[in-house]
Each structure stands twice: as structure tokens, then as C-alpha cells.
């Protein structure tokens, strides 16, 4: 498994920014999938956002536009940039590592411990 650390969550006005970051800790990062899920109170987590070892990534529909993921291997790292953020965006946000052909959060096996983003309108 891979030890994952998020950082970078807060609070920020409807129409900014934020930038998520998480470093992995294991010796299999680069050739895990890695993605960003969301869970708001009373919903289901949600996968926003993943990209596997080569770069290929995928977005839901309700975040496609606004958030690019982006992973640095040689740091261990991925990011995920958030524009034009909505207040139904406010949600703890989990970074997760997963097999290549991880397509949905419940077939990912490392999550961290995630962050809060608080959008207000």
C-alpha cells in the first residue's frame, strides 16, 4: 500500500481557486492510478478526478472543466487544480492510489486521511 498525505483545502468564495496536493509514501507510486474522490455530508463518495502512470486522465461531469489533476512521479505527488469553484464543490476531498485498471473508488486500495474545501456563495 501507499501512505497518502493531502494538503492545500480551505476556504475560498465561489468563482476562486484552490490547488489540492498529496505525496504518496511507497515505493509503488508511479505505477499506480491516482485520483481525487469527494464526499459531502448525507452523499456518496464521488471520483472526480484520476490519472494513471502515463498521464492519462479522466474527470466526472459535474467537475470537467474547472479541475486538472496532474501527478509529478519524481516528487511522488499529485495535484489537483480547482477553478471556478461552486459551493456544491464543498465536500472533504481524499487522494487515492489504486491498481492500473482502478476506474472507480471502491477498486482503489490506499486513500489519505483528506481535507476539507469549503466553498461559499
Known amino acids: 500500500q501507499v501512505q497518502l498525505v493531502e494538503s492545500g483545502g480551505g476556504l475560498v468564495q465561489a468563482g476562486g481557486s484552490l490547488r489540492l496536493s498529496c505525496v504518496g509514501h511507497?515505493?509503488?507510486?508511479?505505477?499506480?492510478?491516482m485520483g481525487w474522490s469527494r464526499q459531502a455530508p448525507g452523499k456518496r463518495r464521488e471520483l472526480v478526478a484520476d490519472?494513471?502512470?502515463?498521464?492519462?486522465?479522466s474527470y466526472a461531469d459535474s467537475v470537467k472543466g474547472r479541475f486538472t489533476i496532474s501527478r509529478d512521479n519524481a516528487k511522488n505527488t499529485v495535484y489537483l487544480q480547482m477553478n471556478n469553484l461552486k459551493p456544491e464543490d464543498t465536500a472533504v476531498y481524499y487522494c487515492?492510489?489504486?491498481?492500473?485498471?482502478?476506474?472507480?473508488?471502491?477498486?482503489?486500495?490506499?486513500w489519505g486521511q483528506g481535507t476539507q474545501v469549503t466553498v461559499s456563495s
Open positions: 487515492g492510489a489504486g491498481p492500473p485498471w482502478a476506474v472507480v473508488a471502491a477498486q482503489y486500495d490506499s
Open positions: 511507497g515505493s509503488i507510486f508511479t505505477i499506480n492510478r
Open positions: 490519472i494513471t502512470s502515463r498521464g492519462i486522465v
